[in-house]
Structures are given as C-alpha cells and as structure tokens.
C-alpha cells in the first residue's frame, strides 16, 4: 500500500508541477530584462551532457533530461527591450517540463518568428510556460513597454502624511 501511495503522490507533484498557470502580459513585461523580435532558424536538442540528440522521437518532459533549444536569428528592428546588447543570433532553452518530442517541435517553430521574453540570462525565458509570443502580438508588447518606460520616469507620487503632501 505504501507503495502506491509514495507512486500516487510523485506522479502527482509532477502532474501539478507542469499545470499551466496564466500570467498577465504586462507582469512578464515587467519582468522581461530582454523582448526581442526574431526567427527560429533551427531547433534541436540536447541531453544533461550538452551533447545533441538528433532523434525526431526524443522527448522532453518530466523524468527526462534533454531540452530543447531555439537557435533565434533577431531581427534588425527585432531589440524591443534590452538591458545590455545582444548578438544578432542567440539561443533560448525552452522549459524541459513541457512533454515534446523533437519532430513536432521542429515542425510547429523552425522557420517562424516569434517575440521572445527573457530574463536577465538572456537564454531564459521569463515565464517557463510562455517562451514565446506570436507577431500580432507585437504593437501591444511595444505599447506596454513604452508605458512602462514613462512610469520609471514619472518622479515618485506624494503619499497622505509625507512632507511633500499639503504643499502648493
């Protein structure tokens, strides 16, 4: 019985460990050291050793160690947000927890562009469940950026009760 209880609870944590939970854009705007516009000009995949696996029926998920990556072409016009400059071509690991196999994820992203939201280690997506945004998403990222630049530069706003309150 200890056994099934014990499979029970590690098949569980896994099951809720890659529930998807959403997240607001303009939080993973915020939260992004780095948006960027580019093209996925190859993906492939790579086990716990960094060495490439080449089989189209490998998979990621839980319990296996490869991941795959995003070899990423940015686009001229493609830098939205950067906090330090960037190659033209990088590379962006995608979440290991998501269960896909090599084949399909060449077929669904190779060739296609995308908007990328990163963390400060620009080969990490800010939010593991959305590594990437698609194009017609493009002018609302640009608005919320834009937004968020004049905020950090509005001056701090009075507060009841602080010395700067009551004057005028």
Do not use: C
């Not at 080969?123 to 698609?134: A, D, G």
């Amino acid at each position: 019985m200890r056994k099934i209880v014990s499979l029970f609870l590690i098949v569980g944590s896994v099951a809720l460990a890659t529930e998807k939970v959403e997240r607001p854009l303009p939080e993973l705007i915020a939260e992004a050291d780095y948006i960027v516009v580019g093209k996925i000009t190859r993906v492939a995949m790579f086990d716990r050793r960094n060495r490439e696996v080449t089989d189209p029926r490998a998979e990621t998920g839980p319990g296996l160690e490869n991941e795959i990556r995003f070899f990423v072409r940015v686009a001229p016009d493609g830098f939205l947000k950067v906090r330090k400059s960037l190659p033209q071509d990088i590379v962006i690991a995608r979440w290991k927890m998501w269960h896909m196999d090599l084949a399909t994820m060449k077929e669904e992203a190779e060739g296609n562009s995308y908007i990328f939201l990163m963390e400060s280690d620009p080969s990490r997506p800010v939010f593991t469940l959305e590594e990437r945004l698609f194009l017609d998403s493009r002018s609302e990222v640009e608005a919320l950026i834009q937004n968020q630049k004049r905020e950090s530069n509005q001056p701090p706003q009075p507060t009841p009760g602080s010395s700067a309150a009551g004057r005028g």
